[in-house]
Antibody, heavy 119, light 110 residues
């Protein structure tokens, strides 16, 4: 059973870069077949997939965010991270980190962290 | 607009059976499996159904999923007040090369 914990600033200024980290507990981030990803949810709205990184290192990004998103892994810290550049108020959301093995019940989410974009 | 289409709301009384639909296309539901998530107020989404119709350990058998062509459905029988929350379908989309979610359905237990 994995446990995921998001961390990072709760307030980011417009045009700056949003940076979040997800620490993985209870398992290794190098475990085979796992996708490590980020999903966000604007206040009162639905879920939006941001992107994922496969255990092999392959990355997959939402086409609507691709030009601004980078997801990477730090195996030494058992963490993965999200960077979203040039943020605007529209990027204000609860950001969830998540991990899954496709077509299995192994599907874990962090508790989520609210990031507000405001000057 | 979400790539997967769900009704914005659904409702039922305790004990009733409710179904929530999820409509997609050949590039997502038509060629990949569907997951369903339950999000209770103030909490993170929780996996309810995977691979179209499989329940993770601990999910009551009141919850069931099905898929036909480019659509999927979640059925909740013997509705309980604690089922009130938001429900989302999700699938991989081969054209977008990414994961897509439905817009979510808010379930109200009357």
């Amino acid at each position: 059973q994995l446990h995921l914990q998001e961390s990072g600033p709760g307030l980011v200024k417009p045009s700056e870069t949003l940076s979040l980290t997800c620490t993985v507990f209870g398992g290794s981030i190098t475990s085979s077949s796992y996708y490590w990803g980020w999903i966000r949810q604007p206040p009162g709205k639905g879920l939006e997939w941001i992107g994922s990184i496969y255990y092999s290192g392959s990355t997959y990004y939402n086409p609507s965010l691709k030009s601004r998103v980078t997801i990477s892994v730090d195996t030494s810290k058992n963490q993965f991270s999200l960077k979203l550049s040039s943020v605007t108020a529209a990027d204000t959301s609860v950001y969830y980190c998540a991990s899954r093995i496709a077509a299995t019940p192994f599907d874990y989410w962090g508790q989520g962290t609210l990031v507000t974009v405001s000057s | 607009q979400s790539v997967l289409t769900q009704p914005p709301s659904a409702s039922g009384t305790p004990g009733q059976r409710v179904t929530i639909s999820c409509s997609g296309s050949s590039s997502n539901i038509g060629s990949n499996t569907v997951n369903w998530y339950q999000q209770l107020p103030g909490t993170a989404p929780k996996l309810l159904i995977y691979s179209n119709n499989q329940r993770p350990s601990g999910v009551p058998d009141r919850f069931s999923g099905s898929k036909s062509g480019t659509s999927a459905s979640l059925a909740i029988s013997a509705l309980q007040s604690e089922d009130e929350g938001d429900y989302y379908c999700a699938a991989w989309d081969d054209s977008l090369n990414g994961r897509v979610f439905g817009g979510g359905t808010k379930l109200t237990v009357l």
